[in-house]
């Protein structure tokens, strides 16, 4: 996921992405803790997706208290 894409989202969305990456990042850990993870690479790609989504919500959180001077 690119960063550009998650500027076109509101915060309810990235939110719901949010939640559903975590998720999938619970599902693959279960599956690394039993040993039937096929593609290890996938939570390394998954934690760094969240990460972009808590810094786009950050930064929407941000401009909502402090908005532009005219």
């Known amino acids: ?13 990235l939110a719901a992405k949010s939640r559903d990456l975590r998720q999938e990042l619970f599902n693959l850990r279960l599956q690394k803790a039993t040993a039937q993870l096929e593609k290890p690479a996938r939570i ?7 990460a972009r989504l808590e810094t786009r919500l950050t930064q929407l959180r941000h401009q909502a208290v402090q908005p532009k001077a005219a």
């Open 44 to 50: 390394r790609v998954l934690r760094k997706d969240i």
């Open 1 to 13: 996921m690119k960063f550009a894409e998650l500027k076109d989202m509101t915060a309810a969305e």
